[in-house]
């Protein structure tokens, strides 16, 4: 590439990594289901199919190899959650139950896609850089909502409740072109996860006297952890018109997480979690009836039960996901020479069985039915740009936590999210 070239994407890099924060992931549990309005208003489905570069770098590393160009796509998501916390407890009187809104505001994720197809060659290279999930949770302490008010056996230790979640993936790519028909892709991942939880329920609480019930310490205090995999796939064209595609990423093995916190004497503690990422097994097809029109149909399977922390059970302090799949549809079609109209819509299982634990209501990622739209205009032969929008319908769980007996919980949420691209093709 050219030293403008060259420029052109470091500058998209630094700034994709200035602008990235804290979202609140919505579809597909913790981890986000696509990265900038053209890839998510095809609704994330790009295992057999490109749609632009950061589409191509999601889910398959092959797919690099179809897209075809050259191309820098930087973009993102402004997402609007709600979340509400909603209990029931016996009183002296009755019943009492009340619901609280989670102050979780608005989030900011980032996501960019490097692709350099060289002339006539087999290899293409690819660089992502996405938001890949997380989440932020923010209860209010509240009297008239038991859960939040300090009534039962945790004391007054309840509410507030707030949890923050960022997860960031780099993913250098090649893919190589074996046959007319046939690409093959491969790529290491490096993850990075910042995190804060208060109170951490995950640990055992503070009570230094034995006078009971103590309190939970908080795990505000830590660093960026790491951690890793690595990524395989590929695409194979049945037809002219047909394509199929398979991606796998393993599961992303982190350090050790560490908070430093104090019991209620002052004293210093120590507390650790075991965490991965899941496994993610994603099946493709696409199909192109005409030059103007693209569907696509993405089936996933993400083995959260199989992961640490979150398929880790409950009774061990872990937050009991299980493994779920997700379908992905999509479609494309070309208005004019210069816009094009797209449309998505997802579905996943339930990764949270019943609230279970207090923990879950710092993790309330229960969304399971999406639309999506977005619209992608040509501005120059080179430049690009999509904008779309996403909502995620209400759903919600019940039951009781096991730090809190006799209380019943329910928690609801729904979502709507802005979301844009901006390609450049080289």
């Known amino acids: 590439m050219s030293g403008i070239r060259i420029a052109t994407c470091f500058g998209a890099v630094a700034l994709c990594v200035m602008l990235t924060r804290p979202a609140a992931a919505q579809a597909q549990g913790v981890l986000l289901p696509g990265g900038g309005a053209a890839h998510l208003s095809m609704g994330g489905a790009s295992t057999a199919t490109p749609v632009d570069a950061i589409g ?45 809104r989670s102050d979780s505001g608005a989030s900011l994720i980032t996501n960019l896609g490097v692709v350099y197809q060289p002339d006539e060659s087999p290899l293409t290279l690819g660089f992502g850089l996405n938001t890949l999930g997380g989440g932020t949770v923010n ?178 302090s872990g937050l009991g996901w299980r493994s779920i799949f997700v379908t992905s549809l999509g479609g494309r079609y070309q208005l004019t020479d210069r816009a094009a109209l797209s449309l998505g819509y997802i579905y996943n299982d339930n990764p949270i069985r019943s609230v279970g634990t207090l923990f879950n209501v710092q993790s309330p990622l229960i969304t399971q039915h999406m639309i999506l739209v977005g619209t992608t205009v040509q501005v120059t032969d080179a430049i690009s740009s999509s904008l779309g929008y996403a909502y995620g319908f209400p759903n919600s769980i019940t039951g009781p936590v096991r730090q809190a007996t006799g209380i019943g919980v329910k928690l609801e949420s729904d979502v709507h999210l802005l979301t844009f691209t901006m390609q450049i093709q080289f």
Do not use: C, M
């Open 56 to 100: 191509a770098l999601y889910w398959n590393p092959a797919a690099i190899g179809r897209l075809g160009r050259s191309e820098v796509a930087a973009g993102g998501a402004i997402i609007f959650p709600n979340f509400y916390l909603e209990s029931t407890a016996p009183g002296p009187s009755g019943l009492r139950s009340g619901r609280t």
């Open 139 to 316: 209860f209010p302490a509240d009297e008239n909502n038991p859960i939040l008010s300090g009534i039962g056996l945790l004391g007054n230790v309840q509410g507030p409740i707030v949890s923050n979640l960022l997860l960031v993936q780099l993913s250098p790519t090649a893919a190589y072109k074996v046959t007319d028909r046939l690409v093959v892709g491969v790529g290491p991942t490096v993850s990075i996860a910042l995190s804060s939880i208060d109170p951490a329920y995950f640990a055992t609480p503070n009570d230094p006297i034995g006078a009971g019930p103590g309190s939970f310490p908080s795990a505000t205090h830590s660093r960026p952890f790491w951690g890793g995999g690595v990524r395989a796939g590929l695409v194979y064209s049945l037809t002219d018109h047909l394509d199929i595609g398979f991606g796998y990423t393993s599961p992303q093995w982190f350090e050790t997480w560490k908070y430093y916190a104090r019991t209620e004497l002052g004293q210093p503690r120590k507390l650790t979690l075991d965490v991965t990422l899941p496994a993610i097994y994603s099946w493709g097809i696409s199909y192109r009836p005409t030059d103007k029109l693209l569907l696509s149909a993405d089936l996933r399977y993400i083995d959260y039960a199989n992961s640490d922390l979150y398929g880790t059970p409950i009774r061990e």
